[in-house]
């Protein structure tokens, strides 16, 4: 049939009068999901050192005591002192006043949008900081260096090089070794005897590990695990962590839980203020611990604020400062240079 003499086509308004077709849907997939930091206890911190108390029983004694014996009483053992700094993690934003008052695809308000960005930001932010943040050169912080908490790993370490035989972080390389782990050579897979031998020195210890925070390619190895000790379910829609793997091992019941933010192997030197630690470059990294003993100490809690304008912009704010309070010396473990 032929073309109507005259028609307008649409190629001659391209770019004039048809109107773009421009989804009105942002598609982001950025990960934000923060197990960690979602699942553990919350306490309240009063300064910026958040100090609390370590103690311990006595080595068991089944001996007996005489008949009419006098009172011989011993000195019993004072409460250690445990401390970490708080952290400020903050995210800042601004919008001109134009781009809030345009249309935009896919939102309402650009600044109501960059403070939703921004806040998922900061949970990722703290994720990372809680699990694998060291402190910085001065603790105490002034005006060119932030003052920093000592994340999971860094404090399970410091635990390890102190007190080699309890040895809570286990490097699969080493075949567990003592103290730091080493930053050369080549990952290997995370085997079911690695990992069992890591819960039974936390049980040992007084510890009944309750929770396995895992990579990929480490919750993969533990999938892996032969026999019958591993289930999966889908705790309750309304909980923030779902699918969880429950693994049964001779030292109680722990749930597996995939974890983004955790440590990454960056060789003998590591990048400052990233999830990067002294172990096997690209190597990987699982934790385990009792939650009841691991809590975030709450300085100043989440607050969202809209500053006052600067000029002819929107100005939004994001922060919360806290720090990781570890109970108990043992209570958290570690597998590192664990194959990709």
Known sequence: MAIVSGATHTSADLGLTIREDLS???SMISPYDTPFFSMIGTVAATSTKHEWLRDSLATADSGGAL????????????????????????????VTGTNE??????MASQFSYQMMKA????????????????IASNADGDDTNARTMKGLYHQILDADVAVTADNFVFDVVATDGTGAPVDTGTAVALTEPYFNT??????????APDTVLASPAAKRDITAFSGSSIARFNVD???LVKNVMRYESDFGTVDVMLERFGPVGGGATVVADTNEIAAIDGSNSAFAFERQHINKA?????VAERLPRSGDSERGMILHELTLQVGAIGAAGAWVNIAD
């Open 24 to 26: 009105d849907v942002i």
């Open 67 to 94: 008949e009419g014996d006098g009172f011989s009483g011993t000195a019993p053992t004072t409460p250690t002192r445990a401390s970490n700094y708080s952290q400020i993690l903050r995210k800042d934003f601004s």
């Open 101 to 106: 008052a345009v249309t935009h695809a896919g």
């Open 119 to 134: 806040l998922r930001e900061l949970a990722r932010n703290t994720e990372q900081a809680l699990l694998c943040q060291d």
């Open 198 to 207: 890591l819960l039974q020195r936390m049980w040992e210890a007084g510890v």
């Open 237 to 239: 829609k309304n909980e």
């Open 298 to 302: 709450i300085l100043r809690p989440t």
